[in-house]
């Protein structure tokens, strides 16, 4: 480094309007879907939720696929059908939204969070496979706890940021130990690796169409299986547990007559939002294209930078790219992240932060007692994750603005 003063460069013309850190990518087809819907006369779950499920599982590649309110809901249905319970245990990555651990908690299990992998910041089969051989013992009906006691009884994969995880690992060591895997792919349509798609890897998915997600129906999700008895459990409990056969069998009494069978849940997808997500779903590989260019467009921006780390890529992988973390390197700068995320915003640019790692959250914490020493990986990346904006709807002189806003930080803050 030079001991000369580095000249300092004129201030930037802040962009006159605030660039959003997300925003849907809602056209004429989409408004246009919805209200045919509301012209209908029929606004729940009906004809639209089925060709949404028939259109998904085939963009999937599966035999079956549920529709639901959220991904939070897929995910509860999908550990519910896989029989989780009291005195089970599942693992899961520390780097994930509250949702992927909070169904663990409605069905009286618990969780156990494992630390990422540098780079992706995606847990790993293999770092898997450390915490069971540490923590658990085999015993006659599968592997537990040596304190709590618990039965380990699924993992759940997550795809940060939209990179696909080792799915074909985590299956291959689910089959190996006996262990149910369910994958929260909440960040990860349309995504692939080694050639085979999201969904595509012989367990149950979980996908969420939140509003910020890479399609949306405002609110919704879906559980995807090539397994008919769990996709019918699931499709059971989504409504309330009533059953479809009772009404198949009697059809003199069709219209009418049913069977509660259990007591389920009221997570049913509306038909306003399944048209919605139909033409999301044709738009997927349009809007990924573009959230692609963008990826590009930083990577060429910042890979390489003192003060910059962009997010590290496996070969094989198609990265579905919901969000851009950046990594500060925060030995290059004199301001930290919470003040970086300030110097964005004075120059009109949102962003965010993903994620605050689950085992610092006051609730997980408290419960399960998780110490920092644990989780070294996230320790280390929590403090210089910065999520830029990155959405189909930024034109090119959006994604300009920001790459001239984190550069200009960059020169104006550099150690
Ligand atoms: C958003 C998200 C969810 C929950 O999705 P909803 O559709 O909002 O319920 C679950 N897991 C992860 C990793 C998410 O980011």
């Known amino acids: 480094m030079s001991a000369s003063p580095k000249p300092i460069a004129p201030a930037l013309p802040a962009r006159r309007t605030f660039l959003p850190f997300a925003l849907p990518d809602i056209g004429d087809r989409e408004i246009d879907a919805v209200t045919a819907v509301l012209r209908s006369g029929w606004l ?3 004809p639209e939720v089925q060709a949404f499920e028939k259109e998904f599982a085939a963009a999937v590649g599966v035999g079956h696929a549920v529709a639901v309110n959220s991904c939070t809901a897929a995910l509860h249905l999908g550990l519910e059908a896989l029989g989780l319970g009291r005195g089970d245990e599942v693992l899961t990555s520390t780097m994930t939204f509250t949702a992927t651990a909070e169904v663990v908690e409605y069905l009286g299990a618990r969780t156990r969070f494992v630390d990422v992998e540098p780079g992706t910041l995606n847990m790993s089969p293999a770092g898997v496979r450390r915490v069971i051989a540490s923590e658990y013992r085999r015993s006659g009906d599968g592997w537990r706890h040596h304190q709590s ?3 380990l009884k699924a993992i759940v994969p997550v795809h940060f940021a939209g990179h696909l995880a080792d799915m074909a690992g985590f299956v291959a060591l689910g089959e190996e130990l006996g262990v149910a895997v369910l994958d929260d792919a909440a960040h990860a349509f349309p995504a692939g690796r080694n050639g085979r798609g999201v969904g595509a890897f012989g367990c149950p998915t979980a996908f969420s ?3 910020t997600k890479t399609m949306t129906t405002a609110e919704g999700g879906m559980l995807t299986t090539d397994d008919g008895e769990l996709a019918a459990r699931v499709r059971l409990m989504a409504l309330h547990g009533i059953s479809r056969d009772a009404w198949k069998r009697y059809t003199a009494e069709g219209t009418w007559f049913y069977e509660v069978v259990e007591a389920g849940y009221k997570y049913n997808l509306t038909d306003m939002a399944a048209a919605m997500g139909r033409v999301q779903l044709a738009r997927a590989g349009e809007m990924l294209a573009r959230r692609s260019r963008i990826a590009d467009a930083y990577r060429a921006a ?3 930078s003192a003060q910059l780390e962009v997010p590290g890529t496996e070969s094989g992988v198609e990265h579905a790219w919901h969000l851009y973390p950046l990594q500060l390197r925060l030995t290059g700068l004199r301001i930290d992240r919470a003040a970086f995320i300030e110097e964005l915003r ?3 640019i949102g962003a965010s932060v993903h994620f605050i790692p689950l085992h610092r959250q006051p609730f997980y914490r408290d419960r399960y007692g998780y110490q920092a020493k644990d989780f070294p990986v996230a320790e280390e990346a929590y403090p210089r994750l910065v999520s ?5 709807r930024m034109t090119d002189e959006d994604v300009q ?3 001239a806003a984190v550069g200009d930080i960059c020169d104006r803050h550099r150690s």
């Not at 830029?388 to 189909?392: D, E, K, R, T, W």
């Open 44 to 46: 729940t779950t009906g």
């Open 346 to 348: 004075a120059r009109n």
């Open 401 to 403: 603005d920001v790459v």
């Open 302 to 304: 910042f890979d390489g």
């Open 209 to 211: 169409f939140y509003a």
């Open 388 to 392: 830029l904006p990155i959405y189909s």
């Open 149 to 151: 006691g618990a039965r």
